[in-house]
């Protein structure tokens, strides 16, 4: 299996590098990814950051620090438990070989994303400037290059090379749009990949392909429109050659068209018989292959696209190609451990994989525009996609506010209406939310809602606008989604299926977006979780809590023929500055994995009831230490996907259970076992169809021993790999027990040669916790002797020496 992931990882990311960003169509680009220089804060001016500075000189300073992009502000501030996250300038600086193989060709900068407002710098030359921190833009600095390399400077301070300048802002603004009142960083910096692109004096702009078929998938329709980049309006007729490909690489249409390109072009307009159908099961992807040739040279774009049909019925379900579809969702923010929004596409590629082994079908893209790299994965990998514009929260603004919302949403569908993944166009997110502006108008709200749904639809008639949790709006847009946290912000999730027939039936569309819950990792109570209500504010925020939200909630999806479908919040935990008293400081804990990708025991939990690749996983993997009395009954949950499970406990068999998704918790795979004190051995063993088995075991020590309240903490080292050490803090009462149930914060610190791996905002890496069962972990990278210090409130501090 393992070698199987593997190899499928491999191939799907180099078929994903033969693709580019559609930005700049051309499948020849240079990713800018090393050489940069980066200053927190501000210049006095661009000369500031070109002008020559020797060591030891006054110009020398402020100093530069190396980074590579991608590249965020806030890698490690947005979750350090005592820091506001930086807000506001910061530069860049490089230097770059310029070596256009285009006669009369132009050089431009493509920037996938960058945060929030970007200036763009030719030496001091200002030759670009975008507001938004999430829509593709590119820069033309031809005339700046060819302008600078007349100078004296270019040979004599940059030795022939082009500097390069740009500048991030992150700063807090009402006027600008996502609202600093999010659940979630407005990050700073070029967190998104910068390339240099040489296009000849006539190139590719934006290439628009509409493929649809009819229910059945009988009869295919094409219809691809070109327009060109052609600055300077030359008027030469050049040759256009355009290949089709079926999703096996056989040609399927080819034509060469000889014109001038000056407008946009319908270039393609044929029909297919059963066209092979992009689906969430098979995603068949077709290529479109444009070479143009100009003086003697070709630039060439390709684009993959797809055939599929979809509807969301009234008061219904949801099909895709005649066929119902259950859509089972979940969420994602451009967000990582130690890099916050700077992810590198081999990140991107493994969680995706990630969600799809998960079983996914479906994602909401929140709450902005997100890497064209993700919509290709959502391509490739079968997962339908809602994406949406960051008009989250905050109020409504100016006029500048509401022409960013418009130019964001053009951007959004124009960069990515090729995706045969995205079926839904996201409006905005809670925007009944005030609190940006002295006032909050709902009508004026409204106005301009109606007037992006109808902008959306000029723009692309082929989808369906949607929001989330704006009641005053529901009837504008086509696709809603109204507030549902059974169990979690409000009632118990045994509530569940009533509070969705109710949304059903109060909108015309009908989707789930956003439920579930906070899960601290590592945390896992004893007891039964049954009639839990609110647990936001009432609950122990443990997995073992969360793992039976969801399960509730999947089972009785399963019995809802009207459901279109359901997308939990979140995949992984993310940072967000309103968080600060969170279990893991500033960060939102619903993912059900953490924010390094290190999946909690939910995440189990629905790849049991969603995946097809047969799985077993007994709860508790993250769970060292049981309590109880003795001989009392535990439950043991497992959660699998096979069709029968035998459990082991001390090697003596507990029996065989058949799956039943309505036999709640853990679809009929629950036990309740006496465990013995000291050591447990538990093994789970299913099979799948071909009568393989599949295995699962874990340990776990039982403590019958009582505790009081804390009064001291132990702290152990254990040696790692690459001369990190893990360090465990445990709170235990006066006579030396273990206090399992307690919640209690845990701060490391360290002196001496060496550093804690903290601010990544996870269970393990954050440098003040909230405890797990009276526990608390962190690693630390050794290099020399070092002193790590630990204290936990009303409690004697502890220190141990690491040699």
């Known amino acids: 299996m393992k070698k199987t992931v593997i190899v499928f990882f491999v191939c799907l990311y180099c078929s994903l590098l033969s693709l580019q960003a559609i930005v700049v169509p051309s499948t020849n680009k240079t990713r800018l990814n090393d050489g940069w220089q980066y200053i927190r804060g501000d210049m006095g001016s661009v000369w500031e950051v070109m002008r020559p500075a020797q060591p030891g000189k006054p110009e020398f300073v402020p100093l530069w620090t190396p980074v590579t992009l991608p590249h965020c502000f806030n890698a490690e501030d947005a979750v350090d438990p005592d820091v506001n996250y930086y807000q506001g300038p910061g530069w860049y600086k490089t230097a770059l070989s310029i070596d256009n193989p285009y006669t009369n060709g132009r050089i431009l900068l493509e920037f996938e994303g960058a945060g929030q407002r970007t200036e763009v710098y030719v030496y001091t030359t200002k ?32 030795k022939g090379k082009i500097p390069v300048a740009v500048r991030c802002d992150n700063s807090r603004d009402t006027e600008i749009i996502p609202s600093d009142m999010s659940d979630f960083n407005v990050y700073g910096g070029l967190y998104r990949y910068v390339n240099l692109v040489y296009v000849p ?24 429109h070109t327009s060109f980049y052609n600055p300077e309006k030359k ?32 270039l393609v307009r044929i029909s297919l018989k059963k066209p092979g159908l992009w689906d969430v099961e098979n995603p068949q992807l077709y290529t479109c292959e444009l070479t143009l040739g100009v003086d003697g040279q070709s630039i060439q774009a390709k684009e993959q696209f797809g055939f599929r049909h979809f509807e969301f019925k009234e008061k219904g379900p949801f099909f895709l190609n005649g066929r119902r579809v259950l859509l089972k969702g979940t969420h994602r923010h451009e967000d990582h451990a130690g890099l916050a929004a700077a992810l590198t596409e081999e990140l991107m590629v493994q969680e995706m994989q990630l969600i799809k082994k998960m079983g996914a079908n479906f994602i909401r893209l929140g709450h902005y525009q997100q890497s064209d790299i993700i919509l290709r994965l959502c391509d490739q990998l079968g997962i339908l996609v809602w994406e949406e514009i960051p008009w989250c929260r905050g109020g409504l603004g100016g006029e500048s506010y509401k022409e960013q919302a418009r130019r964001m949403l053009t951007n959004m569908v124009e960069q990515h209406h090729n995706h045969p993944s995205v079926i839904l166009w996201g409006m905005g997110n809670e925007n009944d939310w005030p609190g940006d502006f ?12 109606k007037e992006l749904h109808d902008l959306s639809h000029q723009l692309d008639n082929s989808r369906l606008t949607a929001i989330r949790r704006c009641e005053f709006c529901k009837d504008i847009i086509d696709v809603y989604s109204p507030s549902i946290w059974a169990g979690w912000y409000s009632r118990a999730f045994r509530d569940y299926a009533e509070m969705s027939e109710k949304g059903i039936q109060g909108t015309t569309r009908f989707f789930h977006a956003e439920w579930g819950g906070d899960s601290h990792a590592r945390r896992h109570m004893e007891g039964d979780f049954a009639h839990v209500s609110n647990a936001a504010t009432k609950g122990d925020w443990s997995e073992s809590y969360i793992i039976r939200l969801f399960d509730w909630h999947l089972k009785e999806q399963e019995k809802m023929p009207l459901l279109t479908g359901s997308a939990f919040w979140t995949f992984k935990d993310f940072s967000t500055p309103l968080r600060p008293e969170n279990p893991v400081p500033y960060v939102n804990q619903k993912g059900v994995v953490e924010r390094d990708q290190t999946p909690k025991e939910s995440y189990y939990v629905f790849q049991s009831y969603w995946s097809k690749e047969p799985m077993v996983h007994i709860y508790g993997h993250t769970w060292p230490v049981r309590w109880g009395e003795k001989e009392e009954k535990k439950e043991i949950l497992v959660y699998s996907n096979c069709p029968e499970v035998e459990l082991f406990v ?18 009929g795979f629950h036990w309740y076992v006496p465990l013995i004190e000291g050591e447990n051995t538990i093994r789970a063993i299913g099979s799948d169809k071909k009568n393989s088995l ?22 152990t080292a254990t040696p790692l790999e690459n001369d990190q050490v893990w360090i465990q803090a445990e709170l235990k009462d006066a006579a030396g027990v273990r206090c399992l149930d307690s919640r209690q914060y845990i701060e490391f610190s360290l002196a001496g040669d060496g550093k804690l791996i903290q601010n990544q905002g996870t269970s393990t890496g954050s440098y003040r916790v909230q405890s797990y069962n009276g526990r608390a972990c962190i690693k630390l990278e050794r290099k020399g002797k070092c002193v790590v210090a630990v204290k936990s409130d009303k409690l004697p501090s502890i220190f141990l020496s690491i040699e």
């Open 650 to 667: 001390n090697g003596v068999s507990q029996g065989k259970k058949k799956r039943d998704s309505q036999d709640f918790p853990a679809a």
């Open 694 to 715: 599949i295995i699962d075991e874990i340990k776990q020590t039982y403590q019958t021993q009582k505790w009081g309240k804390e009064a001291e903490i132990s702290l």
């Open 201 to 224: 004096e006539i190139s590719f702009d934006r290439i628009r392909i509409e493929a649809h078929t009819d229910e059945k998938g009988k009869n295919g329709q094409l219809l691809i």
């Open 438 to 449: 002295n006032t909050f108008d709902q009508q004026a709200i409204r106005a301009f809602m």
């Open 235 to 266: 008027e030469t007729a050049l040759p256009l050659s355009i290949r089709i490909k079926d999703p096996q690489g056989k040609e399927v249409y080819t034509q060469t068209l000889s014109q001038p390109w000056l407008r946009d072009t319908e």
């Open 127 to 158: 030759v670009g400037e975008h507001t938004g921190g999430y829509d593709g833009w590119k820069v033309d600095i031809t005339e700046a290059v060819e302008a600078f390399r007349q100078t004296e400077v270019c040979q004599k301070q940059f």
